[in-house]
């Protein structure tokens, strides 16, 4: 699986309140893939951490990997204490919501851009619009966590997190239950997921998944205007509207800089590779072949078993419920009254 692992926290609405913390990959066919969930008293530093070296068991810190999340201060100080080595970008939603929230400025979204120059042109025209914003990033947030464009490691597609929407969506009445009744419903709700693309990728019938299949297809589309002209053995000039592309067939790299940071053939790799007889195939990364989308599917899911079935020899620690500060104001929530409360009725 791509080496991308967006992180997130959402609220929980029970009586002790508390946050539930997600980690989560993109599969092979661009859906969420969760890898962790935790429950912690609030977002800061050392929930983070706490959170972080528990995922560290299933996903190594490495060179490769891109952690993705918002700006809050205990995500950034987590991961720069846990996982050293990784890349840490910024959710450019997250991005946006505070641009929108501080400055009261929007146009700050736009990071999706793959080529520097581009970006560049774009974020100074930002720039001179709103100073104000581009100085509140300028003090925060370097260009390498903001955009793809100058991210040194490769970060795909993946832009946003979108792993506690996911879970925010399903599970809008189970956020309200105690916590071990919606760890079972996460339980419930990761093998349903596992079951339903487990049949899809089983029952794909093409090298490549479905999503990307059809990215290629439009992608063909375009190349099919394209004019190539041979550089050297592997290296083409490809043209098209007055633009130009330099594509090495070789070392998967165009200047376009989208087969080099989606690691999906652009236009202007499926023009060349036509010119050169090479399998486009051959071309478009690993990650996005049906094998990989079948393995990562390929294990279960199974719910915790009945406690009286648990070892013996596990020696429970002691969990009370978190210090809570009370709210203002009454609860808005019915509750069902109590035995007494009913012999008095
Ligand atoms: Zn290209």
Not at 35 to 63: N, Q, Y
Not at 137 to 154: G, I, M, N, V, W
Not at 168 to 176: F, G, I
Request: aromatic residues 10%; charged residues 25%; proline residues 4%.
């Amino acid at each position: 699986m791509r080496k991308v692992v967006s992180i997130d926290g959402t609220w929980l609405k029970g009586k002790y309140n508390g946050v539930l913390l997600v980690a989560s990959a993109q599969d092979e066919n661009y859906h969420q893939y969760h890898l962790a969930w935790g429950i912690v008293d609030v977002e800061c530093t050392s929930s983070w951490s706490w959170f972080l070296t528990k995922l560290l068991k299933v996903v190594p810190d490495e060179d490769e990997l891109v952690i993705i999340s918002d700006m809050h201060q205990g995500i950034i100080n987590a991961v720069s204490t846990v996982y050293r080595n990784a890349h840490h970008g910024h959710c450019t939603w997250h991005l946006s919501q505070n641009m929108k929230t501080r400055c009261k400025k929007k146009g700050a979204t736009k990071m999706f851009f793959y080529k520097r120059n581009e970006f560049d042109i774009a974020y100074n025209e930002f720039r001179n619009r709103y100073p104000e914003a581009a100085q509140y990033l300028d003090e925060r947030d370097s260009l390498d966590r903001l955009t793809r464009a100058y991210c040194p490691k490769t970060r795909y597609n993946i832009m946003m997190t979108n792993g506690v929407e996911s879970i925010n969506a399903r599970l809008l009445e189970e956020r309200k239950l105690p916590i071990i009744a919606l760890l079972d419903s996460l339980q419930k709700l990761a093998s349903s997921w596992f079951a339903r693309y487990r049949h899809a990728s089983i029952a794909s019938n093409t090298n490549l998944t479905p999503t990307i299949e059809g990215i290629l297809r439009s992608m063909f589309t375009d190349a099919q205007g394209m004019q190539v002209f041979e550089l050297r053995r592997l290296e083409f000039d490809v043209r098209s509207r007055g633009h130009s592309a330099i594509m090495d067939l070789e070392s998967k790299r165009c200047t376009c800089r989208v087969f080099d940071i989606d690691r999906i053939p652009c236009a202007h790799a499926i023009a060349a590779s036509w010119l050169a007889k090479i399998d486009l195939y051959e071309m478009c990364s690993e990650y996005y072949s049906t094998m990989s989308w079948c393995m990562a599917y390929s294990e279960t899911v199974y719910p915790v078993p009945e406690e009286n079935e648990w070892p013996s020899n596990i020696n429970f620690p002691l969990v009370l419920p978190p210090l809570l500060e009370k709210g203002v104001g009454r609860r808005k929530q019915n509750r069902i009254p109590s035995i007494g409360e009913f012999s008095k009725r």
